[in-house]
Protein backbone atom coordinates (compact mmCIF):
# COMPACT_ATOMS: atom_id res chain seq x y z
CA UNK A 1 0.00 0.00 0.00
CA UNK A 2 1.18 3.46 -0.59
CA UNK A 3 1.41 6.50 1.60
CA UNK A 4 -1.47 8.29 -0.85
CA UNK A 5 -3.49 5.04 -0.10
CA UNK A 6 -2.92 4.26 3.46
CA UNK A 7 -4.29 8.15 4.09
CA UNK A 8 -7.69 7.27 2.97
CA UNK A 9 -7.70 4.08 5.62
CA UNK A 10 -10.81 4.24 8.68
CA UNK A 11 -8.36 3.61 11.55
CA UNK A 12 -8.48 5.36 14.57
CA UNK A 13 -6.40 8.49 15.87
CA UNK A 14 -6.48 8.63 19.92
CA UNK A 15 -5.74 12.55 20.86
CA UNK A 16 -5.35 12.80 24.64
CA UNK A 17 -5.46 16.74 26.24
CA UNK A 18 -5.35 18.78 28.61
CA UNK A 19 -5.08 22.43 28.68
CA UNK A 20 -4.91 22.70 24.87
CA UNK A 21 -7.62 25.20 24.16
CA UNK A 22 -4.98 27.28 22.38
CA UNK A 23 -4.44 24.48 19.71
CA UNK A 24 -7.14 21.57 19.95
CA UNK A 25 -8.55 22.92 16.50
CA UNK A 26 -5.73 23.22 14.52
CA UNK A 27 -4.84 20.33 15.07
CA UNK A 28 -8.12 18.70 14.52
CA UNK A 29 -8.26 20.15 11.24
CA UNK A 30 -4.84 18.96 10.37
CA UNK A 31 -5.32 15.44 11.44
CA UNK A 32 -8.67 15.57 9.88
CA UNK A 33 -6.87 16.57 6.61
CA UNK A 34 -3.89 14.17 6.93
CA UNK A 35 -6.09 11.14 7.36
CA UNK A 36 -9.75 12.02 6.06
CA UNK A 37 -11.65 8.84 6.98
CA UNK A 38 -10.07 8.52 10.52
CA UNK A 39 -11.88 8.47 13.42
CA UNK A 40 -10.72 11.16 15.53
CA UNK A 41 -10.94 10.04 19.22
CA UNK A 42 -10.32 13.97 21.68
CA UNK A 43 -10.11 12.31 25.62
CA UNK A 44 -9.87 15.46 27.71
CA UNK A 45 -9.05 15.21 31.18
CA UNK A 46 -9.35 18.49 32.53
CA UNK A 47 -11.72 21.34 33.31
CA UNK A 48 -10.92 23.36 30.66
CA UNK A 49 -12.10 24.44 27.56
CA UNK A 50 -10.54 21.98 25.22
CA UNK A 51 -13.50 19.73 24.91
CA UNK A 52 -16.16 22.40 23.92
CA UNK A 53 -14.17 23.78 20.99
CA UNK A 54 -13.65 19.52 20.07
CA UNK A 55 -17.75 19.46 20.20
CA UNK A 56 -18.59 22.22 18.51
CA UNK A 57 -16.39 21.27 15.35
CA UNK A 58 -17.79 17.39 15.79
CA UNK A 59 -21.40 19.04 15.00
CA UNK A 60 -20.34 19.44 11.52
CA UNK A 61 -17.63 16.10 11.12
CA UNK A 62 -19.21 12.86 13.12
CA UNK A 63 -15.59 11.30 12.63
CA UNK A 64 -14.63 13.71 15.63
CA UNK A 65 -15.34 11.91 18.77
CA UNK A 66 -14.86 14.14 22.01
CA UNK A 67 -15.00 12.36 25.64
CA UNK A 68 -15.05 13.78 29.01
CA UNK A 69 -12.13 11.18 30.88
CA UNK A 70 -14.01 11.58 34.50
CA UNK A 71 -10.82 10.78 36.95
CA UNK A 72 -8.62 11.51 34.68
CA UNK A 73 -5.66 10.01 35.60
CA UNK A 74 -3.26 11.04 33.03
CA UNK A 75 -1.71 10.47 29.81
CA UNK A 76 -1.55 6.59 29.78
CA UNK A 77 -5.45 6.65 31.35
CA UNK A 78 -6.60 8.60 28.73
CA UNK A 79 -5.03 6.47 26.01
CA UNK A 80 -6.56 3.58 27.50
CA UNK A 81 -9.71 5.05 27.46
CA UNK A 82 -9.28 6.11 24.22
CA UNK A 83 -8.33 2.23 22.84
CA UNK A 84 -11.29 0.86 24.60
CA UNK A 85 -13.66 3.76 22.48
CA UNK A 86 -11.76 3.10 19.63
CA UNK A 87 -14.42 1.40 16.50
CA UNK A 88 -11.12 0.25 14.26
CA UNK A 89 -8.43 -2.16 14.68
CA UNK A 90 -5.36 0.00 13.72
CA UNK A 91 -5.52 2.73 15.65
CA UNK A 92 -2.42 5.35 17.25
CA UNK A 93 -2.47 7.95 19.81
CA UNK A 94 -1.36 11.39 19.11
CA UNK A 95 -0.42 14.66 20.62
CA UNK A 96 -2.48 17.59 20.42
CA UNK A 97 -0.37 20.12 21.11
CA UNK A 98 1.36 19.72 17.25
CA UNK A 99 4.64 18.82 18.26
CA UNK A 100 4.55 15.91 15.92
CA UNK A 101 3.03 16.67 12.19
CA UNK A 102 0.02 15.10 11.52
CA UNK A 103 1.01 15.00 7.91
CA UNK A 104 3.56 12.17 9.37
CA UNK A 105 0.17 9.59 10.36
CA UNK A 106 0.22 7.87 6.76
CA UNK A 107 3.73 7.49 7.32
CA UNK A 108 3.61 5.33 10.51
CA UNK A 109 0.66 3.35 9.20
CA UNK A 110 1.86 2.55 6.33
CA UNK A 111 4.15 -0.07 7.90
CA UNK A 112 1.09 -1.49 9.97
CA UNK A 113 -0.93 -1.65 6.38
CA UNK A 114 2.24 -3.18 4.90
CA UNK A 115 2.17 -5.90 7.55
CA UNK A 116 5.84 -4.65 8.73
CA UNK A 117 4.64 -4.15 11.64
CA UNK A 118 2.16 -4.79 14.86
CA UNK A 119 3.63 -1.35 16.54
CA UNK A 120 4.92 1.42 15.33
CA UNK A 121 7.74 4.26 16.92
CA UNK A 122 7.35 7.93 15.75
CA UNK A 123 11.12 8.71 15.80
CA UNK A 124 12.84 11.55 16.48
CA UNK A 125 16.23 10.81 16.62
CA UNK A 126 17.05 8.81 13.13
CA UNK A 127 19.07 10.37 10.71
CA UNK A 128 15.99 11.59 8.82
CA UNK A 129 14.12 12.98 11.49
CA UNK A 130 13.45 16.54 11.13
CA UNK A 131 14.15 18.62 14.52
CA UNK A 132 15.23 21.53 12.94
CA UNK A 133 12.33 22.90 14.65
CA UNK A 134 12.86 21.98 18.06
CA UNK A 135 15.34 23.23 20.86
CA UNK A 136 16.09 20.42 23.38
CA UNK A 137 16.54 21.56 26.74
CA UNK A 138 19.67 20.13 28.24
CA UNK A 139 17.73 18.03 30.85
CA UNK A 140 15.51 16.48 28.50
CA UNK A 141 18.25 15.69 26.02
CA UNK A 142 20.70 13.69 29.05
CA UNK A 143 17.37 11.97 29.86
CA UNK A 144 16.24 10.95 26.69
CA UNK A 145 19.80 9.88 25.77
CA UNK A 146 19.70 7.61 28.82
CA UNK A 147 16.42 6.25 28.87
CA UNK A 148 16.49 5.17 25.06
CA UNK A 149 20.05 3.33 25.90
CA UNK A 150 18.89 1.71 28.78
CA UNK A 151 15.44 0.08 26.94
CA UNK A 152 17.66 -0.31 24.06
CA UNK A 153 20.14 -2.58 25.99
CA UNK A 154 17.11 -4.28 28.01
CA UNK A 155 15.51 -5.39 24.59
CA UNK A 156 19.06 -6.24 22.88
CA UNK A 157 18.06 -4.21 19.85
CA UNK A 158 18.42 -0.39 19.42
CA UNK A 159 15.31 1.90 19.50
CA UNK A 160 15.76 4.96 18.79
CA UNK A 161 12.92 6.85 20.44
CA UNK A 162 10.46 5.13 23.67
CA UNK A 163 8.85 8.10 24.64
CA UNK A 164 7.98 9.91 20.94
CA UNK A 165 3.84 10.76 21.54
CA UNK A 166 3.64 9.40 18.31
CA UNK A 167 3.19 5.72 17.65
CA UNK A 168 1.17 3.47 16.05
CA UNK A 169 -0.10 -0.17 17.02
CA UNK A 170 -3.00 -2.72 15.80
CA UNK A 171 -5.74 -3.67 18.28
CA UNK A 172 -4.23 -7.02 18.94
CA UNK A 173 -1.17 -5.59 19.92
CA UNK A 174 -1.71 -3.18 22.68
CA UNK A 175 -3.86 -6.20 24.03
CA UNK A 176 -1.09 -8.41 24.06
CA UNK A 177 1.17 -5.19 25.55
CA UNK A 178 -1.56 -4.22 28.16
CA UNK A 179 0.47 -1.30 29.81
CA UNK A 180 -0.47 -0.53 33.26
CA UNK A 181 1.01 2.75 33.61
CA UNK A 182 -1.48 5.73 33.67
CA UNK A 183 0.74 8.54 33.54
CA UNK A 184 3.71 8.67 31.33
CA UNK A 185 5.38 6.33 31.76
CA UNK A 186 3.59 3.71 29.22
CA UNK A 187 5.55 5.26 26.59
CA UNK A 188 7.99 3.15 27.20
CA UNK A 189 6.00 0.04 28.59
CA UNK A 190 4.71 -0.08 25.00
CA UNK A 191 7.73 -1.13 22.82
CA UNK A 192 9.51 -2.56 26.11
CA UNK A 193 6.31 -5.09 26.34
CA UNK A 194 5.89 -5.48 22.55
CA UNK A 195 9.62 -6.47 22.68
CA UNK A 196 8.84 -9.11 25.57
CA UNK A 197 5.68 -10.49 23.58
CA UNK A 198 7.54 -10.79 20.42
CA UNK A 199 5.13 -8.45 18.18
CA UNK A 200 7.19 -7.03 14.87
CA UNK A 201 8.29 -3.22 16.04
CA UNK A 202 9.41 -0.56 13.16
CA UNK A 203 10.61 2.79 13.80
CA UNK A 204 9.85 5.71 11.23
CA UNK A 205 11.99 9.25 11.14
CA UNK A 206 8.96 12.03 12.20
CA UNK A 207 9.48 15.49 12.00
CA UNK A 208 9.50 17.28 15.60
CA UNK A 209 8.54 20.78 17.16
CA UNK A 210 8.67 23.41 19.70
CA UNK A 211 5.02 23.40 21.73
CA UNK A 212 2.87 25.24 19.58
CA UNK A 213 0.58 26.47 22.44
CA UNK A 214 -1.48 24.97 25.49
CA UNK A 215 0.20 24.26 28.67
CA UNK A 216 2.96 21.24 29.34
CA UNK A 217 1.33 18.27 31.07
CA UNK A 218 5.17 18.10 32.48
CA UNK A 219 4.24 22.07 34.40
CA UNK A 220 6.70 24.73 33.97
CA UNK A 221 9.80 26.25 35.18
CA UNK A 222 11.15 23.96 38.84
CA UNK A 223 8.05 21.80 38.25
CA UNK A 224 8.87 21.10 34.59
CA UNK A 225 12.45 19.63 35.86
CA UNK A 226 11.34 18.01 38.66
CA UNK A 227 8.89 15.48 36.79
CA UNK A 228 11.12 15.00 34.15
CA UNK A 229 13.60 13.87 36.44
CA UNK A 230 11.05 11.57 38.55
CA UNK A 231 9.38 10.21 34.79
CA UNK A 232 13.28 9.57 33.83
CA UNK A 233 13.61 7.71 36.96
CA UNK A 234 10.23 5.95 37.06
CA UNK A 235 11.12 4.81 33.43
CA UNK A 236 14.66 3.14 34.36
CA UNK A 237 12.93 1.13 37.33
CA UNK A 238 9.49 0.48 35.45
CA UNK A 239 11.57 -0.98 32.42
CA UNK A 240 13.69 -3.26 34.52
CA UNK A 241 11.33 -4.00 36.53
CA UNK A 242 8.82 -5.56 33.89
CA UNK A 243 12.33 -7.01 31.99
CA UNK A 244 13.38 -8.77 35.03
CA UNK A 245 10.28 -10.07 36.18
CA UNK A 246 8.63 -10.46 33.01
CA UNK A 247 5.03 -9.03 34.07
N1 LIG B 1 -6.08 13.40 29.32
C1 LIG B 1 -4.84 13.81 29.64
N2 LIG B 1 -4.01 14.25 28.67
C2 LIG B 1 -2.76 14.65 29.03
C3 LIG B 1 -2.31 14.63 30.38
N3 LIG B 1 -1.03 15.12 30.41
C4 LIG B 1 -0.71 15.43 29.15
N4 LIG B 1 -1.76 15.16 28.31
C5 LIG B 1 -1.81 15.35 26.86
O1 LIG B 1 -0.92 14.40 26.29
C6 LIG B 1 -0.18 14.99 25.23
C7 LIG B 1 1.32 14.95 25.58
O2 LIG B 1 1.53 15.68 26.78
P1 LIG B 1 2.65 16.84 26.85
O3 LIG B 1 2.33 17.68 28.04
O4 LIG B 1 2.76 17.52 25.53
O5 LIG B 1 3.96 15.98 27.15
P2 LIG B 1 5.40 16.19 26.53
O6 LIG B 1 5.31 16.34 25.04
O7 LIG B 1 6.24 15.11 27.09
O8 LIG B 1 5.82 17.58 27.17
P3 LIG B 1 6.17 18.96 26.41
O9 LIG B 1 7.43 18.71 25.60
O10 LIG B 1 6.38 19.92 27.52
O11 LIG B 1 5.01 19.30 25.53
C8 LIG B 1 -0.73 16.40 25.06
O12 LIG B 1 -1.73 16.35 24.08
C9 LIG B 1 -1.33 16.71 26.42
O13 LIG B 1 -2.41 17.63 26.35
C10 LIG B 1 -3.22 14.15 31.39
O14 LIG B 1 -2.91 14.11 32.58
N5 LIG B 1 -4.47 13.76 30.96
MG1 LIG C 1 4.20 17.82 24.14
Given amino acids: MTLEETSQQSVSIIISCLFEEDIIEECIC ?32 PRIKPYKNENDKGKGHAIQVGIELSSHDIMCQFDADLQFDPEDLPKLFVEIFNDNADLV ?32 LLCGTRITDVTAGSKAWTLDAI ?69 LLKK
Avoid at 32 to 61: C, F, Q, V, W, Y
Avoid at 178 to 194: C, G, M, N, S, T
Avoid at 209 to 228: A, D, I, T
Wanted: contains cysteine; charged residues 25%.
Fill in 30 to 61: RVSKAMPNAEILIIHGGRDGTLEIAKKMAETN
Fill in 121 to 152: LGSRFMQESDTSNYSFSFFREIGNNIVNFWIS
Fill in 175 to 243: KKIDFKDRKFVYEVEIPLRAHLCGLKIAQVPIGYHNRQGGLSGHGSGLKEVWSVISCSFMILWTATRIR
